[in-house]
């Protein structure tokens, strides 16, 4: 093999890494058995059981945690176990798929259950009653200005029969609602008027809607929507604080996710776990303890560096890597999964990048390229940019507080809640719940000459 074809396949060996490499949660069966590790098995355990022995106004659960801590992926493995239990009529979906992140509010996440449920209903051979189903399609095309007469007529035509996988003219219909409720904002905000004053008829919609697929197929609604932990902090807290009995009415089992630091503010705490059983959360993986973190020989903990290895062995050849600086980046994602891949991606970024100009020289006596000590620090100093941009001096002193005392001053300062939500501080619970800084930001003070490069470790 010429050594030009030698660089053509590292070229393509990275370029298939950043694909695996993308920052995309595991929500699909085929992606969890390529990339999926056993990791925190046990919060899925308690989520099924908190699901199966619910009852009542106790079958709506909270689900928080970090952003790009593995939240997405684990509720999509739940709804997957569930279903194979065969007792589960599970619809999992991401807010963001279906409502502008700005726009979302209490009305349009319940309208969401309502497409999202008829939708599921037709993909999956549901047959509900024509007169039924036709009356549930009108209200539709009505609250969305969506034309429903050809889809009446198409229900009306196949009676309760239904092909696998939905009759093509309503999953069209339906393709039209979501983009409506996703791109027109005039739309949206004439469903929020409107059901805004009169939330009962959309919930007794949803509990309609409910009941008839329970009594066609024998199994339990459970609808899970992910992302709303991803959205703006004061869209989230007007959504939990002032209307979160509104989103426990439907007689549905549900799974709200919901920011963390949305859940420090103890007002809307206390709201939140007045109404709701229990809040599970999803833990930041540790590497060290609240006592050993600081000391300058610590030793990270030897079974979580190992999941983390292990899941870069799913998406990266080891020998596209240099061993010996996995831990670094293992370490630098701070136990977030999403910038543990977030850093290799850029590494393969820089490889590519390396390659490439290497092909176009035809330096093709070049040591081969891998991942290795000068790539990872000028991706992190990249990163260290990437954060400095919106931290000023007055940041700093916050900063620096947390790093010393494991904690703010003031729990619900907009700001500490700001940098919580950006990943800027992390959140961690050994035997007790305490804070530290993302290893990047706390780089980032060193360099800034706020932070003692040798004492921190």
């Known amino acids: 093999m010429s050594s030009f074809e030698v660089l053509q396949q590292r070229l393509e060996e990275f370029r298939e890494a950043g694909r695996n490499l993308q920052l995309e949660p595991l929500v699909t069966r085929k992606a969890l058995a390529r990339f999926g590790v056993e990791y925190q098995t046990e919060l899925v355990d308690e989520l099924e059981q908190a699901v199966e022995d ?25 709804g997957f176990r569930l279903t194979g239990t065969g007792k589960y009529f599970v619809v999992n979906f991401s807010i963001a798929d279906t409502i502008e ?13 309502a497409v999202q449920l008829l939708d599921a209903s037709e993909r999956r051979d549901v047959k509900l009653k024509p007169g039924l189903k036709q009356d549930l399609y009108r209200w539709l095309g009505k609250h969305t200005q969506t034309e429903s007469k050809t889809v009446e007529s198409a229900i009306e035509t196949s009676g309760e029969a239904s092909l696998k996988g939905g009759i093509p003219v309503i999953l069209e219909f339906l393709a039209k609602v979501k983009s409506s409720l996703k791109l027109n904002s005039v739309i949206r905000k004439e469903i929020s008027i409107e059901f805004a004053r009169k939330i009962s008829d959309l919930i007794a919609r949803i509990n309609e809607i409910q009941t008839y697929i329970e009594n066609a197929t024998g199994q339990t609604v459970l609808v899970i929507i992910d992302d709303l932990d991803k959205l703006d902090l004061g869209v ?40 709701i059983k229990k809040i599970h959360t999803m833990p930041v993986a540790k590497f060290f303890s609240k006592a050993t973190v600081r000391q300058p020989d610590r030793v990270p903990d030897a079974a979580m560096m190992s999941v983390f ?73 990249d990163l260290q940019i990437s954060y400095s941009e919106s931290i000023g001096q007055n940041d700093f002193d916050l900063l620096i507080g947390i790093y010393r005392e494991f904690k703010p001053k003031d729990l619900e300062s907009q700001r500490f809640l700001d940098l919580l939500h950006g990943l800027y501080v992390l959140e961690y619970r050994n035997r007790v719940h305490w804070y530290d800084l993302n290893p990047i930001v706390k780089d980032l003070l060193v360099e800034e000459g706020v932070l003692d490069g040798a004492a921190t470790g």
């Open 236 to 275: 989230t807290e007007t959504v939990f604080s002032k209307n979160i009995k509104t989103l426990l009415a439907p007689t549905l089992q549900i799974v709200y996710t919901i920011p963390i630091s949305t859940l420090r503010e103890a007002a809307i705490k206390s709201i939140v776990t007045a109404n």
């Open 101 to 113: 992140e700005s726009a979302v509010d209490h009305v349009n996440i319940l309208f969401s259950i």
């Open 309 to 381: 290895g292990e899941i870069l062995d799913r998406r990266l050849p080891k020998h596209l890597i240099d061993p010996a600086i996995l831990p670094q980046i293992i370490l630098k994602s701070g136990g977030v999964l999403r910038e543990l891949i977030r850093i290799v991606d850029l590494c393969c970024d820089r490889a590519l990048q390396q390659i490439r100009r290497q092909i176009r020289q035809q330096q093709f006596d070049q040591p081969t390229v891998a991942i290795d000590q000068p790539i990872l620090d000028s991706v992190l100093t």
């Open 54 to 78: 619910c009852s009542g106004q106790d079958n709506k659960l909270i689900f928080t945690g970090h952003r790009g801590c593995g939240k997405s992926t684990l509720l999509a493995e739940l």
